[in-house]
């Protein structure tokens, strides 16, 4: 009897000598896993932010070449993308700049029609925010 109390303990004893260690790499991966999805998300909404960014700035460009019916395709795309950018992005700052963007569109949409001169400086403010954003050094504020 005192034989099978010690093989029961003796097995108890082996079992969580080989369990414990396991169970602690199991924790710490599964930490690492939620640390290492949460990079992955904070990545991809930089990412998305970026493209914004660069639609902006084609957008941009179109208005300084003149080429105004471009650039209202642009800005429609543009603005677009950002409303569908406003739902996906947790409330944060980039969410504000977003919601603060997404405000301009139709003041946008008819300075580009009525080639308001202004469009340009304005442009640059939303390209400023979104550096801002990102992130990003923001140069001198002269457009």
């Known amino acids: 009897m005192k034989r099978m109390a010690l093989a029961i303990v003796g097995a108890i004893v082996v079992f969580l ?3 414990w260690p396991q169970h602690s790499q199991l924790t710490a991966a599964r930490a690492e896993v939620q640390q290492l999805g949460a990079r992955l ?3 991809e909404s930089r ?3 970026g493209d914004l960014l660069g639609r902006l ?6 208005v300084s070449a003149k080429n105004y019916g471009e ?3 642009l800005s429609s795309a543009f603005f677009d993308a950002v409303r569908q950018e406003t739902t996906a ?3 944060n700052d980039a969410a504000s700049v977003l919601r603060t963007l997404l405000q301009t569109r139709d003041r946008v949409t008819t300075m580009i029609a009525a080639t308001d001169p202004g469009l340009p400086g304005l442009l640059k403010d939303h390209e400023r925010s979104l ?3 990102l ?3 923001i140069g001198d504020s002269s457009p």
């Not at 700035?57 to 179109?62: E, G, K, Q, V, W």
């Open 47 to 49: 990412v998305r932010l």
């Open 135 to 137: 992130g990003y050094p």
């Open 41 to 43: 998300a904070t990545a």
């Open 131 to 133: 550096r801002r954003a």
């Open 71 to 73: 650039a209202a395709g």
């Open 17 to 19: 000598a080989g369990y």
């Open 57 to 62: 700035l084609r957008t941009s460009d179109a």
């Open 89 to 91: 992005t947790p409330a």
